[in-house]
């Protein structure tokens, strides 16, 4: 699949084309999507068992939060039974990821450029509101632009609303480019901010409703009892 688009507001540079290609799973024959969903249940056992391995051997004692004899008073559940309750919550987390994986796109890889492009032309177009903005506070940014114009061009560029005189020549035609600058924040946006945001709400997400389950269990006396002990660590049985 191939597509090619130019930009006319503002005299835009052009959108790169690209050619999509179906993206290659880290572990074939795997798909990444069933991945993972697996590897967070790895994740979860392998650091289960090297909580459960200091517990046994009693390692790092002056760095506990309680003390064996307090774990002992607490702790009414048998390991068989948070190994089962975890289980189980692992099955229906599973269940419900498979569901959500079917419902999701096959993925693919090339157009990496002309999203990194599209942030740079965010950002070009998020500049020519920086003179209205300025301009509401009684700053004169066309002056400004100018006053900075000597020592950066760049500054004066964004200052002025994105007004750039950067050419470039793409296929033997002479078209508008973007800063370097851009292209850079560009890559930062693309690579590390907007995943990072993704993540972050993606962790707000599902620890609030863990929070509000662990809070029901905790307030509701049958759901204490039946499930509250079964935490994601290996707890000691009496």
Same mark, same amino acid.
């Given at each position: 699949m191939a597509t090619t688009s130019n930009s006319t507001t503002m005299n835009l540079p052009p959108l790169p084309p690209y050619i999509l290609s179906q993206q290659p799973p880290l572990i074939s024959p795997i798909p990444d999507k069933y991945l993972s969903l697996a590897l967070p249940i790895v994740a979860y056992w392998?650091?289960?068992?090297?909580?459960?391995?200091?517990?046994?051997?009693?390692?790092?004692?002056?760095?506990?939060?309680?003390?064996?004899?307090?774990? %002992?008073?607490?702790?009414?559940?048998?390991?068989?039974?948070?190994?089962?309750?975890?289980?189980?919550?692992?099955?229906?987390?599973?269940?419900?990821?498979?569901?959500?994986?079917?419902?999701?796109?096959?993925?693919?890889?090339?157009?990496?450029?002309?999203?990194?492009?599209?942030?740079?032309?965010?950002?070009?177009?998020?500049?020519?509101?920086?003179?209205?903005?300025?301009?509401?506070?009684?700053?004169?940014? %066309?002056?400004?632009?100018?006053?900075?114009?000597?020592?950066?061009?760049? %500054?004066?560029?964004?200052l002025s609303g994105g007004d750039y005189t950067l050419i470039q020549v793409v296929d033997g035609t002479?078209?508008?480019?973007?800063a370097e600058w851009e292209l850079a924040a560009a890559k930062v946006m693309y690579y590390v901010a907007f995943p990072a945001l993704q993540f972050f709400l993606a962790i707000l997400i599902v620890d609030t409703?863990?929070?509000?389950?662990?809070?029901?269990?905790?307030?509701?006396?049958?759901?204490?009892?039946e499930y509250i002990l079964s935490d994601w660590r290996v707890i000691r049985a009496n």
């Open positions: 392998a650091l289960s068992m090297v909580f459960h391995y200091i517990d046994e051997f009693d390692l790092f004692p002056q760095y506990r939060l309680h003390t064996p004899a307090e774990v %002992l008073k607490r702790n009414h559940v048998s390991r068989w039974e948070v190994v089962r309750d975890v289980v189980i919550q692992q099955i229906v987390q599973t269940i419900v990821g498979v569901g959500l994986a079917m419902t999701e796109p096959e993925h693919f890889t090339g157009r990496e450029e002309y999203d990194i492009t599209m942030w740079a032309q965010r950002l070009r177009l998020a500049q020519g509101y920086i003179p209205t903005g300025l301009g509401l506070a009684g700053i004169d940014t %066309l002056s400004l632009a100018q006053k900075a114009a000597p020592y950066s061009s760049a %500054l004066a560029s964004t002479i078209t508008p480019a973007y409703w863990q929070y509000f389950l662990h809070r029901a269990m905790h307030m509701n006396k049958w759901l204490y009892s």
